[in-house]
């Protein structure tokens, strides 16, 4: 089994609140664990209303799959237009 955890760094550059920053990390959390099947929640800078960490977490058997998941799931954060991405690490557990 293949665990593979993606952490996004973000910018929101024109979040005005608290609020403005969850509605739209929401919206991209809920389009990825959609699409994905995957797990997604906001993991740091929960009180900076311009900056968001969301972490991503896939598995399975198939590595060259979770790759390619990974190369996809990447282009959606990039294609977000409301969102800056700062930032993108990911790991093998």
Known sequence: MHVLLIKFSLQIPYSRSLKDKRSQV????????????????????LDNRQLAVIGVCMLSNDKPYLEQQYSLLETMVLEYKQLELINVTREWL
């Not at 929401?26 to 994905?36: E, G, T």
């Open 26 to 45: 929401k919206s991209l959390k809920d389009r990825l664990s959609n699409r994905f099947n995957a797990s997604v929640a906001e993991i740091d800078a």
